[in-house]
């Protein structure tokens, strides 16, 4: 390990305790002042690591500095007691030492944590040892830093705050263990999510799902549209020409203020797009008229037993029919939740010679049962045109080469989304439970609280949705399907998901309530997560646990403007070689 050649000594250790952000229990945490000296050349920020010696011998422990306040021992005292005159006097004196250069009256307060790691001649891990008051505590320096921080061989998505070197992250892992992106509106949550999502197609090999009910994300990764294949699916109908077509998207659509001088190059891309097909519009069947899946047909069986109104002499065929169903189910191995097709055909025909053998009359309840579920499994295998959520996710398991990597699908309507939403989530999930693979798939929910809001309602489907996200969350990662959400308010989300998600990237959250939140998930102390609320548009804090970096460090960055990577692109264009005769 390698330090700044300045070196503070340990003064005091503060152990801080406060309720839950629920209320149910309390927290702990502790917080450590460290002296250090002070120069104008002192080179700390927050974020800084921080070595301290430990009980035991050649052993530190690991600090993270979360604030650092110039200290003037001439004003220590200096209250409302002491004459104004002489108040003015001290403070016109120290304000003009700090110019002057350190000596022995001013030093730097810093208010460090531990963050679990102790460092040993072998290297860093996880652990805590109490620290030795008055000790020395030494800055790790950047070579150090990027060693215990970053990940060897990762994605850049940044520059540390204060270090100024590049955040690498080990992304496959971080999606494997699901994302979160938490800020306050306009902090950057969409600029972020893209900047991510492009590199995410350009250094992994999963694909991209983006629900996006704002609209913006077609514009966001216009250039990524164009380099993968991809497709933007929309509810909204299109006129048949390309152009009148491009000039309603453009309409409909936000270009951001900083592309607003590549407006007619945006639309003549969107255009190109309408003309390859790229652009199409996505079939939603009218409300409840979703398909049947196996474990429904299952449930409509035994609704038939338990009704008092079925004949007597019927309930044992429905019986028969139930045991013969779950023995094909489970000889086919035959998940609850696959959509019911014609492989039950043979079943109806036996259970149908079964009642006719037994004398049953034509009319009876069993036989208008069978056959109304004949021309439910014979109709529903009549191609349609239209491109529908069954078909969307044939195309998003589908593992060609050259299949598309990237989908857009902009919802217009709440409720409807909710809905498209849970039957993509559930689709996808019970075909890749049928014919497994280790290709990734990434789901991306902006506006995350609308899908898995803290208070679920089955009128606005919003229950539909959150149980289809909160499987995937769940669940997914076996099969290789993963989530990045992103919301401006922990508050309205689904707490149960919050665990679930092992990477966080934080801006500023003012309700002290999702910061709490924060904390208290990660183990983090409060003092950290306040300084969130000094960070600037595009600056964040990443958390992760055993997912993006190689240890749990929490890390403050400036992520790339997704913005001036568009422009770049769009800049570059202008040979006309990136987007189709775009001139
Ligand atoms: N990394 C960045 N560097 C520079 N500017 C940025 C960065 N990220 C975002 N911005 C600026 O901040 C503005 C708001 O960003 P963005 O739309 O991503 O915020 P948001 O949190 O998604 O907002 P909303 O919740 O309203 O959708 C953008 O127009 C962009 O100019």
Known sequence: MEYEPVVGRLREVRVITRPTADGRSSVTFRNFVVEMPYSKELNLEIGALLAVETIREDTYLILEVADYVPVHFGMINLDGSIPKEIRDQVMEEVSKSWHNGGNSEMWID????????????????????????????????????????????????????????????????????????????????????????????????AKVVIFDISMEYSILLLDQLLKHNSEILTTERYPSNPSDSSRKFMRTHVIPEELENYRERIRRTIESLFMEGKIRTLYVPPQGSMSLTYDSFLKLIKDQIDDKYTAFAQKP?????????????????????APLDDSILPILDEIEN???????????????????????????????????????????????????????LELQNLEESREIVASLVEEVMARRKRSFSTSPILFVLDEAQEFIPFDTRQRDKSELSSSAVEKLLRHGRKYHLHALISTQRLAYLNTNVLQQLHTYFISVLPRPYDRQLVSETFGISDALLDRTLDLEVGQWLLVSFKASLPHDVPVFFNAPNNLDEIRKILEEDRSGNLINGNK
């Not at 992304?171 to 992106?181: F, Q, S, T, W």
């Not at 429905?318 to 609850?336: A, C, G, Q, T, Y």
């Not at 009876?364 to 109304?372: D, E, L």
């Open 317 to 337: 065929l429905f019986s028969l029919m139930l045991r013969k169903l779950d023995e094909m189910m489970r000889v086919n191995k035959i998940p609850k939740d």
């Open 110 to 205: 810093v208010f460090a944590y531990p963050i679990g790691y102790i460092a040993t001649q072998n290297g860093f891990r996880k652990g805590y040892y109490p620290p030795l008051p008055g000790s020395p505590v030494r800055i790790l320096n950047k070579e150090s830093f990027k060693e215990f921080v970053c990940a060897k061989n990762g994605t850049d998505i940044g520059t540390v705050l204060g270090q100024g070197i590049p955040l690498t992250v080990n992304l496959p892992k971080a999606m494997v263990y699901h994302i979160g992106v938490f800020a306050f509106t306009g902090s950057g949550k969409s600029n972020l999510t893209s900047a991510l999502i492009r590199r995410i197609l350009n250094y992994t090999d």
């Open 354 to 408: 079964e009642g006719r053998s037994a004398g049953l009359k034509d009319n009876s309840t069993i036989f208008a049962f069978i056959s109304s579920l004949r021309s439910y499994v014979s109709t529903d295998q009549v191609q349609s045109d239209e491109y529908d959520i069954e078909k969307l996710a044939i195309d998003i398991l589908n593992r060609d080469k050259d299949s598309p990597r990237l989908f857009v």
